[in-house]
């Protein structure tokens, strides 16, 4: 006997009150599991790289005279 026949005839032995709850939990397990499966999915996707040289190309100037001591320092070189 399958799993499904068992549950089948336990169900059609219960009185319609409890019917309404068996469908109910058996909706928010279907949903559940989808959830979790989407989840699962999203997770085991690679992720995209992020970063490397270059990322901030054309972000980041430093001024022409950058290595040129400065005005305030002169008295201590």
Do not use: C
């Amino acid at each position: 006997m399958t799993t499904e026949t068992k549950i089948l005839e336990a169900v059609s032995q219960m009185p319609e009150t409890l019917k309404q709850e068996i469908l109910h939990y058996a909706q928010y397990l279907i949903e559940k599991y989808s959830r979790n499966s989407e989840e699962q999915e999203e997770l085991e996707q690679p992720k995209q790289k992020r970063g490397g040289f270059g990322i901030l190309k054309g972000k980041i100037w430093m001024s022409d005279d950058f290595d040129e001591p400065l005005e305030d320092m002169k008295e201590y070189m």
